[in-house]
């Protein structure tokens, strides 16, 4: 194999849908691919984008989905307070304001210091 890059501030479209963008980076991009399959079962139609770097950030890529599902769900390890997240929910309500069908939610860790012993119980999982 030769070398492999990803490209800064382009995001991946990981799966196409019509009723929610899901986006993270990360492990938890797997996650959410998990959170997709079981939501396909009930018959809601996720786009996971995988953002790759958060800094830049493809806003547009975001803003496009957000555009078209009017829902957006941000899930990142961090926690809820001072996470990339909610740089990723402001930006998306300042520019798709009047395309949100509902607030923009976060999917964090918890607002304490966490040992990485009981991570298990803190990283948001499925």
Known sequence: L???TV???VAKVVQSG???TLVAWGG???VLQKACDMAAEIGISCELIDLRTILPWDVEAVTNSVM???RLIVSHEAPRT???GAEIASTVQ???FLSLECPVQRV???DTPFPLAFEKHYVPDK
Do not use: A, H, M, R
Request: proline share 4%; charged share 20%.
């Open 108 to 110: 964090c860790g918890y």
């Open 28 to 30: 938890q991009v797997n």
């Open 82 to 84: 001072s996470g990339f």
């Open 94 to 96: 300042e520019e798709c």
């Open 18 to 20: 019509t009723d929610v």
């Open 68 to 70: 078209k599902t009017g």
């Open 2 to 4: 030769g070398d492999f």
């Open 7 to 9: 490209p800064l501030g």
